[in-house]
């Protein structure tokens, strides 16, 4: 089958072999109350509480969001308001940790009978998709079409960013745990989990070996392998049309750390409080995969990582494709957080005319013209950009890589997208 488009990449994956730290508990945390897609939750507590590790601290009544849980036991010193790196506000929540990480009398093993009862404590869990689109966990379980296969996305395919990786070398148990524990309760017949390193590989063609329902689908490493339309057909050979959910086509994609921590949960019922990131870039004096509390500012981790933050240029959290800027290097780490990389450089390329060298076309997964969408945005033809597909971009960003005159092409695919009326 062939494999849709995409461009070679450098992967520096510096940190594939640097076991995770668990970095030193933080004296405060400041939780934002929007960490995932969909509403922000409201508190549920108020200053001068005391609160404890795994409890729920926020809530949103909204099905598309899920609950937010403290990582260290102290006071709640703070209820301010807050402003994302996308600009939108919210509540932070800042707790003052005492030291003693008493657990919750709320953190137990949830009891799954059933399809409710799963869905229900995965919710509970507050996960969300750890890939870093933040899609909340406990919607994408429960489709309303029948789910013949299960993908679990292991891709990681931006440089730099080690954190599933480590994942699977560290947790692998908890990855197929999960997988099991998905295709038993959903009724799905068949998991496919790709890996495309050869030690990962090596391990987990092992632990399956006896087991025909779980397949390891190794993938050329390309980006964007990891994207959900692009995976889904690399590993099936379905393809998610305009305006579908994977579900559409009977898959589910999970990414491996959700899978893993959606077993240990199951296990232990302690929610999502900490994140594994890898923290890198030529800025950095040590490289590494650190585990935090969700909440603990992104300046003591990279002091912790020995990070030079006089000569720090630029600070991207994610990876060097599709990450975000960090305009605060004091934000905290979110639930979707998985890697921190600090430049000591960093150029604004000059933009000029585009050439029509069609190499954003040649690149582009899913068959694009940026270009055209590129002069459509520019004089507003809504007929246009519907009739060219614009909605289907996910701003992968192979398009701009490869521009010879530097234009921002994902940036204007993602501003044209909002030009269309949505449902």
Known sequence: MKKLNGIK???????ENCATVDFPLPAKIRIPMSMCMGAPCQPLVKIGD???VGQKIADSEA??????HSGVSGKVTAITDYQTAMGA???????????????SDEVKPPVISDK???IKAVRESGVCGLGGAGFPTHIKLNPKTPIDTLVINAAECEPYITADYREMMECPDDIIGGIN????ILGIKSAKLEAN??????????MAQNDDTIDIVTLPSSYPQGAEKVIIYNTTGRIVKEGELPSDEGVIVLNVSTCAFIYRYSQTGMPLVTRRLTVDGNAVGEPNNIRAVIGTSFREILEFCKTDLDSMKKLIAGGPMMGMSVPDIDMPVVKTSNALLAAKNFDERRTSACIRCGRCVRVCPLGLMPAEIDKAYRIRDIEDLKAL??????????????????????????LAKMLIPRK
Do not use: W
């Not at 506000?89 to 657990?103: A, N, P």
């Not at 524990?181 to 038993?184: E, I, M, N, Q, R």
């Not at 390193?197 to 092992?206: L, S, Y």
């Open 9 to 15: 990449l450098s992967h520096r994956k510096n940190t």
């Open 389 to 414: 597909k614009v909605l289907l971009c996910m701003n992968c960003g192979s398009c701009t890589y490869v521009c010879p005159a530097n234009r921002k092409l994902a940036e204007t695919n993602q």
């Open 63 to 68: 099905a598309f969001s899920a609950p937010i």
């Open 181 to 184: 524990l998905v295709k038993s």
């Open 116 to 118: 409710e009862s799963f």
């Open 50 to 52: 005391e609160v404890k």
């Open 197 to 206: 390193k050869p030690e990962a590989i090596k391990n987990f063609t092992e």
């Open 89 to 103: 506000v919210c509540k932070m929540i800042e707790i003052e940790s005492d030291g003693l990480q008493t657990v």
